[in-house]
């Protein structure tokens, strides 16, 4: 989270802000009925991450890191998948999401696996950019 915030900010983040970053983003709902969380992990040690929220047949991707010591090893790719696999498996037909701007790593990926850019869905004070992608 120290990471995404101090790019958001353009400077290391302190303390306060990173706090204000986990508030400003909750992931209590992750888990049954209303949500999945992955983690991939190397050594006993986290190092990737992905999540979706259910709503219906839509899905909303959230949580979607890589430690940066652990990219360009394909394991935002395979969390993304196996996401897709929990969707289907629920019923989801549109997966969607929300990111920013200066997050280009993340839409790369999000865009090299069928995500396709659409109009604004949400308020979300981070949101610059959304995609979809139909299952």
């Given at each position: 989270m120290f990471e995404l915030a101090s790019r958001y900010y353009g400077r290391p983040a302190t303390p306060t802000e990173v706090d204000q970053a986990i508030?400003?983003?909750?992931?209590?709902?992750?888990?049954?009925?209303t949500g999945v969380l992955l983690i991939?992990?190397?050594?006993?040690?986290p190092i990737a991450c992905a999540g979706a929220r259910f709503a219906g047949d839509i899905a909303e991707l959230t949580k979607?890191?890589?430690?940066?010591?652990?990219?360009?090893?394909g394991w935002g790719k395979r969390l993304l998948l196996q996401i897709e696999d929990?969707?289907?498996?629920?019923?989801?037909?549109?997966?969607r999401l929300d990111t920013r701007s200066d997050?280009?790593?993340a839409r790369a990926l999000y865009e090299g696996l069928g995500f396709a850019?659409?109009?604004?869905?949400?308020?979300?004070a981070y949101?610059?950019?959304?995609y979809s992608?139909?299952?």
């Open positions: 508030r400003d983003e909750p992931y209590d709902d992750l888990t049954g009925p991939a992990t190397e050594d006993g040690n979607v890191f890589t430690e940066p010591e652990s990219r360009g090893r929990v969707c289907r498996a629920r019923g989801v037909h549109v997966v997050l280009v790593e850019r659409v109009e604004a869905f949400n308020a979300d949101a610059e950019v959304w992608k139909s299952l």
